[in-house]
C-alpha cells in the first residue's frame, strides 16, 4: 500500500518559538500534490498548505512553510512564532492527480505552551 | 457562503439497525468525497464522486456501505446492518476537480456510535 506516514504523534512547542512536523510518503506517480491540513479540536479539518510535487520551491504561507525533499519523498511542516491557536492534530495528505484520492497520515498533535 | 454541511451530527444506533447520513457540498464543487476517521488516526478514504458518477470505492469498503450522489449536489452514505466496528467520525469533503487540485473542504464530521 502507498502510505503517508507522520512519525511524532504528539509534539509541544513554547509560544512564539518554531517546531517543525514530520511527513514521508511513498508514491509510484509523478503527478501529485502534498497537504498540510489542521483539525482543531472538535472542529472541521482545514487547509494549512499545499505543494505541488513539480514544483522544486517550497510553498510559504505566512508563518507556515514547507521542506519538500522530493528525492527524499518528505514534506515537513514548519510553524514560526508558534501560537496558542495552532495547537491541534495536524495532517499531513498526499493527493494524485490521476485518481483525484488523498491519503492522509495518522496525524501529528500539536500543543502550545503559554 | 456556506461550507460543506453533513446531517446529523451525531447518531447512536444499535447494532444491526441501517443508518444514513447526508452531505451537502460546497455548491460549485464537482467532487464530493467520504472519509472515516477513528480516534488518532487519520481520515480513511471511502468513496468519491465527481458529479454524479462515483469514480472509486474502497476495497475497504464492504457490501453493506453504499454512497450515491444522484444529481451531482447532496451525497448520502448508507450503512447497512451496523456493527460496533461501524462506530467512527464519517467526514464528507468537496473540491473543485479542475483548479486548487486536491484542496478538499471538509465538513463537521458525522459521529457514529453503534452499541
Known amino acids: 500500500a502507498q502510505t503517508v506516514t507522520q512519525s511524532q504523534p504528539e509534539m509541544s512547542v513554547q509560544e512564539a518559538e518554531t517546531v517543525t512536523l514530520s511527513c514521508t510518503y511513498d508514491t509510484s506517480e509523478s503527478d501529485y500534490y502534498l497537504f498540510w491540513y489542521k483539525q482543531p479540536p472538535s472542529r472541521q479539518m482545514i487547509l494549512v498548505i499545499r505543494?505541488?510535487?513539480?514544483?522544486?520551491q517550497n510553498a510559504t504561507e505566512n508563518r507556515f512553510s514547507v521542506n519538500f525533499q522530493k528525492a527524499a519523498k518528505s514534506f515537513s511542516l514548519k510553524i514560526s512564532d508558534s501560537q496558542l491557536g495552532d495547537a491541534a492534530m495536524y495532517f499531513c495528505?498526499?493527493?494524485?492527480?490521476?485518481?483525484?484520492?488523498?491519503?492522509f497520515g495518522d496525524g501529528t498533535t500539536l500543543t502550545v505552551k503559554p | 457562503d456556506t461550507g460543506v454541511s453533513q446531517d446529523p451530527r451525531h447518531k447512536i444506533t444499535k447494532r444491526g439497525q441501517n443508518v444514513t447520513f447526508r452531505c451537502d457540498p460546497i455548491?460549485?464543487?464537482?467532487?464530493l468525497y467520504w472519509y472515516r476517521q477513528t480516534l488518532g488516526q487519520g481520515p480513511e478514504f471511502l468513496t468519491y464522486f465527481q458529479n454524479e458518477a462515483q469514480l472509486e470505492k474502497s476495497r475497504l469498503l464492504s457490501d453493506r456501505f453504499s454512497a450515491e450522489r444522484p444529481k451531482g449536489s447532496f451525497s448520502t452514505l448508507e450503512i447497512q446492518r451496523t456493527e460496533q466496528g461501524d462506530s467512527a467520525m464519517y467526514l464528507c469533503?468537496?473540491?473543485?476537480?479542475?483548479?486548487?487540485?486536491?484542496?478538499?473542504?471538509f465538513g463537521e464530521g458525522s459521529r457514529l456510535t453503534v452499541l
Open positions: 455548491s460549485e464543487h464537482n467532487r
Open positions: 505543494q505541488e510535487a513539480y514544483k522544486q
Open positions: 495528505a498526499r493527493h494524485f492527480r490521476r485518481t483525484g484520492k488523498s491519503t
Open positions: 469533503a468537496s473540491s473543485l476537480g479542475t483548479v486548487m487540485h486536491g484542496e478538499l473542504f
